[in-house]
């Protein structure tokens, strides 16, 4: 999961795959490399759904305050130009209208390519048509501030504000290390990121389940800072349950909340 703590570029490049693939740890672990053309995603396992989540960050400067958020993520599958996608919307809501922040991407069902994807940050707009070739600014989105970029692509990739939604899809299995082709939409070009399965965990859910989890590792170095990201991915129905990052001596952390909790998105509709 990107941190959004100003480090959208921590990014392991082609390049570093390449190196990786030299070390002893990696050689006798096989690399699956992620890409739209092999079909390597299991898109059933995605399920429709609301999903929430409870966001909070320890800051080292600040040990007796946590930060929070709550993000929601809603995925529908509708028909789009005659062909079934998977629609999701994103509301993330934090202590000021500042914070608050919405997206909405559009894939493919077959194999999860985009097609959509728009953000609302800060009160501005960026919306993009995505396909195999290229990304464009969407010049039919009113007040688009991302009207006029445009980039072309060597390969298809995946849409990486969407990480949370290709993890479940992934075939996670003892030893296994992912190379996922990811593009965060206007930031930089598509980079393949390093995704690690080091092991499993039995948790503890919010409703007091016991529930048995692959954890997947992504470790990373900007200007000379190493972050972490591990996340815990449910064996047996693929549920994405709970992540924590670190960066800088700043803790990120993310739980999924039951199933009973309240969706607040219909009391105040239209606001």
């Known amino acids: 999961m ?4 100003s480090i959208t570029g921590i990014i392991v490049t082609s390049l570093t795959i390449l ?3 030299a070390q002893p740890e990696y050689a006798a672990a096989q690399v699956d490399t992620i890409r739209l053309k092999d079909h390597r995603l299991n898109t059933a396992t995605l399920k429709p759904g609301l999903r929430q989540y409870l966001v909070y ?28 996608v998977f629609a999701t919307t994103q509301h993330w809501y934090g202590s000021d209208t500042m914070s608050y922040r919405t997206g909405y991407s559009v894939n493919r069902v077959k194999d999860f390519s985009p097609v959509y994807h728009t953000e609302t940050i800060g009160g501005k707009v960026g919306a993009y048509n995505w396909d195999s070739a290229q990304i464009k600014g969407a010049d039919t989105v009113a007040l688009n501030t991302k009207k006029d970029f445009m980039l072309k692509f060597t390969e298809p990739n995946f849409n990486w504000n969407q990480d949370i939604e290709t993890f479940e899809m992934l075939p996670l299995a003892a030893g296994k290390t992912f190379a996922i082709n990811f593009y965060d939409a206007g930031l930089g070009k598509p980079e393949y990121i390093i995704y690690k399965v080091t092991g499993s965990e039995v948790i503890s859910t919010l409703d007091n389940q016991k529930v048995d989890c692959w954890k997947l590792v992504n470790e990373a170095e900007h200007n000379g800072q190493k972050s972490t990201e591990t996340f815990w991915i449910s064996k047996k129905n693929h549920e994405f349950l709970k992540e924590e990052d670190s960066f800088g001596g700043i803790y990120r952390y993310k739980v999924k909340m039951p199933g009973a909790t309240v969706n607040i998105l219909p009391r105040f509709a239209g606001k």
């Open 2 to 5: 990107k941190l959004q703590l």
């Open 19 to 21: 190196f990786l693939l």
């Open 57 to 84: 960050f320890q800051m080292p400067k600040s040990p007796k305050t946590l930060r929070f958020w709550y993000w929601l993520r809603d995925t529908k599958i509708e028909t789009r130009n005659g062909e079934k």
